[in-house]
């Protein structure tokens, strides 16, 4: 078992959750997503996307369970090494970016892995210019719109080259145009894994070829994004209306 494992992307087995004393949010939850899958996680508000999210990089402690991340068992001793292999964007950029600016922001990850002050110069201004951000390299995160901040949090996140990206609400903020362009970066970056959660269902349907829906603390739905998104009558019983 091991060995099969250590195959695999993300193994999440059993995972229980809860907050505080309330009913567990996420409760016996299981997964897999092998080398190569793009996937989205769709799941009315409130369902538990993000606290899921935020226990596969050990923001979040679980009562039980296990996550796996590329053969490696999540455990405190285990998670720098973890942490150096999984991208994750927060829901909220303000979570995010917590330096005087975002050029700081982007070079800090890479800075912290022992690149020179040159190179992790050279990956931000690659990604500020990606995300259409030069202009505002030296401002902080207090004096950009939504949009910018969203951009911002992702060029962070892609500084570090992560092998596993776990997006949380990726699109929230951006405009039409940015949205597309979003989507042609992540379709053309190198990562093993991605898993993306989003109420923007036409969108994701763009970057990912599997979905799960999340339901009771359960992955209740696992097909691929196109037949999901087609299907009306399914998602409308999860409370995911494709209209609004
Ligand atoms: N710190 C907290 N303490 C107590 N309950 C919390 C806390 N954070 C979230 N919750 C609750 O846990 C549940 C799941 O929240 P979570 O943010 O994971 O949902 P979500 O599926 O990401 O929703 P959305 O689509 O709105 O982003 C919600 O009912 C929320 O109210
Ligand atoms: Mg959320």
């Given at each position: 078992m091991q060995e099969e494992i250590s195959q695999l992307g993300v193994y999440v087995k059993d995972l229980l959750f809860s907050y505080s004393h309330n009913e567990p949010i996420l409760q016996g939850l299981s997964l897999t997503i092998k080398p190569g899958e793009r996937v989205a996680l769709l799941g009315p508000t409130g369902t538990g996307k993000s606290t899921f999210m935020e226990t596969l990089v050990g923001l979040k402690e679980p009562l039980s369970g296990e996550i796996w991340i590329q053969g490696i068992p999540l455990e405190k001793k285990t998670l720098p090494q973890i942490r150096r292999?999984?991208?994750f964007c927060f829901q909220n950029p303000d979570d995010q970016l917590f330096m005087p600016t975002i050029l700081e922001d982007i070079t800090f990850g890479p800075l912290n892995y022992g690149l020179?002050?040159?190179?992790?110069?050279?990956?931000?201004?690659?990604?500020?210019?990606?995300?259409?951000?030069?202009?505002?390299?030296?401002r902080s995160v207090y004096e950009l719109s939504g949009g910018q901040k969203r951009l911002a949090a992702l060029a962070s996140v892609l500084?570090?080259?992560?092998?596993?990206?776990?997006?949380?609400?990726?699109?929230?903020?951006?405009?039409?145009?940015?949205?597309?362009?979003?989507?042609?970066?992540?379709?053309?970056?190198?990562?093993?894994?991605?898993?993306i959660a989003s109420h923007d269902l036409n969108w994701v349907s763009k970057v990912t070829q599997r979905a799960l829906i999340l339901k009771s603390g359960?992955?209740?739905?696992?097909?691929?994004?196109?037949?999901i998104?087609?299907?009306?009558?399914?998602?409308?019983?999860?409370?995911?209306p494709i209209d609004y």
């Open positions: 292999q999984v991208g020179s002050l040159e190179n992790a110069t050279d990956i931000a201004n690659n990604l500020l210019e990606k995300f259409g951000l030069e202009k505002y390299a030296n500084a570090l080259e992560p092998d596993i990206l776990i997006l949380d609400e990726p699109t929230n903020g951006l405009d039409p145009l940015w949205r597309r362009n979003l989507a042609k970066i992540l379709l053309q970056l190198p990562v093993k894994v991605m898993l359960q992955i209740k739905v696992d097909s691929p994004t196109q037949d998104i087609q299907d009306s009558l399914t998602l409308e019983s999860y409370g995911l």
